[in-house]
């Protein structure tokens, strides 16, 4: 029997899966930088004036840049960065930071400070073809423009790896502030690139994410989806991304299972709302103003259509029911449902990355 570890919250589970039931695992590749090479690029950064860390998210990759990062102050005896977050994930953020860092919350919505330097890991978004730290900005701070980026979508499918016009309201929203960025390509194993300079700029490196992650795999009847890390399924709206990544893969009238522990909740104010019976499906398509959200509410509406949904997590299985979401407890009963359901011999499609990949 095979094993295989796929990341739940901030441990990995094991999926009991029988060599005849197993059609694929696909995980992301890439050649992993060294790290001379992340100090050599790093060194790039004026180190002489102050800098201020604002951390978008948490991940290994973030965790490995400010390491290496603090390495180079000290041997150069410049001052240590700020660093900066969200308070929901202050702790968890401080629980991997270095020695002698200092962490607080970034409550400012002011972000026009040149000393704030935002860090993110770029993946794909069903909205904006691309999750980078322009889309990341607009999405917290922009609230007004998202509903013009909102308006621009294509249709009422995720575009994940696409360059729709909402990826240039991002762009454009950005553009106000005189802020830098470091903007990183990783993978399960590490970090395979990184650029700094300003949000509008570091975009380009959807290139490299697209040449790393985009894989031809066919159709596949049955799929078990891991974001591949925690910070990827800290809540519903963002694990959903993983999703769309694999959605072009799944057959018509397949089965997806999404394994996303979601300690964050639902972490959607749209999707709240309509399990509240406080939105409705018709506002999703013209609405006059922008609930944050939505675009994942209208775009899990319409893939539901082509497949079947199930989740592995610690949500309310009244959630679930409320969405049309097949709710299952555990990642063992993944496994008992898919073989009650489709057969005993039926094969499944296995990602172990899924928030890193793209399926085609």
């Not at 790039?44 to 604002?54: N, R, T």
């Not at 309310?316 to 898919?338: N, R, V």
């Amino acid at each position: 029997m095979p094993e295989i570890w796929l990341n739940y919250g901030i441990t990995d589970v094991v999926l009991d899966i029988r060599a005849e039931n197993l059609e694929q695992k696909i995980d992301s590749d890439g050649k992993i930088l060294d790290d001379s090479v992340i100090n050599e690029k790093l060194s790039k950064l004026d180190l002489s004036k102050p800098m201020e860390l604002v951390v978008l998210h948490n991940s290994k990759s973030i965790q490995k840049i400010i390491s290496s990062l603090f390495t180079i102050c000290e041997q150069k005896s410049k001052p240590f960065p700020k660093i900066l977050t969200d308070k929901k994930i202050l702790n968890l953020v401080k629980a991997g930071l270095p020695e002698g860092s200092s962490i607080n919350e970034f409550d400012d919505t002011d972000i026009s400070n040149s000393d704030l330097i935002f860090m993110g890991e770029m993946e794909f978004d069903g909205l904006f073809g691309y999750e980078t730290i322009a889309t990341r900005l607009i999405k917290k701070f922009g609230l007004e423009s998202m509903l013009s980026a909102y308006a621009k979508r294509q249709g009422h499918l995720p575009v994940p790896g696409q360059y729709p016009e909402s990826l240039q309201e991002a762009k454009k929203f950005a553009n106000n502030f005189e802020i830098q960025g470091i903007e990183i390509i990783a993978n399960s194993q590490g970090i395979l690139d990184f650029s700094i300079g300003h949000p509008s700029e570091t975009i380009a490196m959807t290139k490299i994410l697209e040449s790393n992650s985009i894989k031809d795999v066919g159709q596949h009847k049955t799929m078990i989806i891991s974001t591949g890390k925690d910070s990827s399924n800290d809540n519903l709206g963002k694990s959903l991304s993983s999703l769309w990544n694999c959605a072009n893969a799944i057959k018509k009238d397949g089965l997806a299972i999404l394994v996303a522990e979601c300690k964050g909740g639902l972490g959607s104010d749209a999707i709240q709302q309509y399990i509240e019976n406080r939105l409705t499906l018709e506002q999703l398509k013209n609405p006059t103003k922008y609930i944050s959200g939505m675009e994942d509410l209208l775009f899990l509406t319409e893939i539901q259509k082509n497949f079947q949904i199930g989740l592995v997590s610690i949500l309310p299985e009244f959630y679930a029911k409320k969405l049309e979401i097949i709710s299952l407890p555990g990642i063992k009963y993944s496994m008992d449902y898919i073989l009650k359901t489709q057969g005993a011999r039926q094969k499944v499609a296995v990602i172990s990355d899924g928030a890193r990949l793209l399926l085609r």
